[in-house]
């Protein structure tokens, strides 16, 4: 019997450990291009937490329980995720934790192993929990003046990265904000993301329709005793629910695909009348229909990303002309894309095409919007002698991300370049006065060289 334990408690550990291993090294087949493309380790321990409510083992296995839970645990905790620890805590506690099946005092034990671990975490990330709260007010003052209908889909980078700049025109940079602020590209809560986006009515209308699924699920799950797999996907997927309240889950191709595969399964665990009566072959069809164009429009993607990696690579070693060609036949997928555009505005201002550069940015502004876009569009319109306008975007790359010492030196040089004396001499000091988020010897060089202007000025 115990070796039977042991060779089912290996197996479980193989395959979990065979899924993580290939979620993992599924980035390196994504071009640097995809929004999926960067490893995160916090939305990685989103992911291994729900494959572990996945492979929880019955609940007449009374050992093997016990071992999951510290291997879950300690797995989780190493990962350093604050989300992933609060997400396998709700999983656990509503679905698994009842005193008929588990002893007290591991029970204890494992909620002060998370409990403490989530509040040290916090302490030795308060930066980054004090950066999420400044972005959830952003989003609270966007949302206040745009809770009806949104700003529209997609354009939460716009409205974020514009409210931000505001905030810190109106309120200075004395403040610890000016060390936490980055250009933001998601809210750290799907739902608040997706209401500024869509609006407020029409996001709780699908929250609603989730929740009624979920819940009507887990009753269906619960009138029994027995740990049956669906009770591990409603587990599972109730801990993913759970974690798109804190974190972007969505933007990591292994969870967001988790997250539609689960929700299908939780759906047919709710047992709808309608959908009960339908056929297997039109359900069947119904779903191979979906995961068709789900491959589909995920092919398209991934090509037309691969078209506009080569294309940067080709442009950094010098071939710009085959590199436009390469990043115009991506156009008709990505027109839409804020950095898509970025790019192929890049390639042309090396080509010294600046009327096409500066057209394909004012395009890229209305969904990237942030300081190193308004930085390239300062440049240019300097370089065409617009001065107007690229004092304009450069001061807006200053307040949009006000601890970057490049966007300052950059609007410093601007003032010193077309005499204006005054306001040079204010941001020089107001460059010297900022403190450094991470020194480097960039820093440095831009802050002496704030300090030689106030020198050559003071003299003359």
Same mark, same amino acid.
């Given at each position: ?18 899924? *993580? ?193 979920? *819940? ?245």
């Amino acid at each position: 019997m115990e070796s039977n334990i042991f060779f089912v408690l290996g197996g479980r550990i193989i395959i979990a450990a065979f899924v *993580i291993i290939c979620c993992y090294y599924s980035f390196q087949l994504i071009p640097a291009t995809s929004p999926f493309s960067n490893y995160n380790s916090g939305l990685f321990a989103i992911t291994v937490t729900v494959l572990l409510f996945l492979f929880k083992p019955n609940r007449d296995e009374r050992f093997l329980i016990a071992f999951w839970i510290l291997f879950a645990a300690i797995t989780i905790i190493l990962l350093q995720s604050r989300t992933a620890l609060l997400s396998f805590g709700m999983g656990y506690l509503l679905f698994f934790a009842r005193k008929q099946y588990f002893f007290v005092m591991p029970y204890l034990f494992f909620i002060a192993l998370l409990t403490g671990s989530f509040l040290t975490l916090s302490y030795y990330k308060l930066e980054s929990t004090e950066g999420r709260w400044f972005i959830w007010n952003n989003c609270f003052s966007i949302l206040s003046n745009n809770w009806l209908q949104g700003v529209g889909w997609g354009k939460f980078r716009y409205a974020y990265n514009e409210q931000q700049a505001n905030w810190f025109l109106q309120n200075g940079f004395q403040h610890k904000e000016t060390m936490l602020a980055d250009t933001v590209y998601y809210s750290f809560n799907e739902w608040i993301q997706l209401a500024i986006e869509i609006g407020l009515p029409l996001t709780f209308f699908i929250l609603a329709v989730i929740f009624f699924v979920v *819940i009507r699920a887990f009753k269906n799950v619960m009138k029994s005793d027995d740990s049956c797999a669906d009770q591990k996907i409603v587990a599972a997927f109730t801990a993913l629910l759970f974690s798109s309240f804190f974190s972007y889950p969505f933007y990591y191709l292994p969870t967001l695909l988790l997250f539609g595969l689960l929700f299908i399964w939780v759906f047919k665990i709710a047992k709808f009348p309608f959908i009960d009566k339908r056929s297997v072959l039109t359900k069947r069809i119904g779903v191979i229909s979906i995961f068709i164009l789900a491959v589909l429009f995920l092919s398209m993607q991934f090509y037309t990303r691969i078209q506009w990696k080569n294309a940067t690579e080709l442009s950094s070693v010098g071939y710009r002309k085959l590199a436009l060609m390469k990043m115009k036949k991506a156009y008709p997928m990505l027109q839409a894309n804020g950095d898509y555009l970025f790019s192929l505005a890049t390639i042309y201002a090396s080509l010294n095409k600046e009327d096409s550069a500066l057209i394909f940015l004012e395009k890229s502004a209305m969904s990237k919007n942030d300081y190193e876009l308004h930085r390239k569009l300062g440049q240019l319109y300097l370089e065409t002698g617009k001065q107007g306008l690229a004092e304009k975007h450069f001061l807006k790359a200053v307040y949009m991300v006000p601890n970057r010492f490049r966007s300052r030196e950059m609007l410093v040089d601007f003032y010193v370049k077309t005499g204006n004396k005054e306001h040079a001499i204010y941001w020089a000091k107001e460059t010297i006065q900022l403190k450094e988020k991470i020194p480097s010897e960039t820093t440095k060089r831009i802050k002496g060289k704030m300090k030689g202007i106030l020198g050559y000025s003071a003299t003359n």
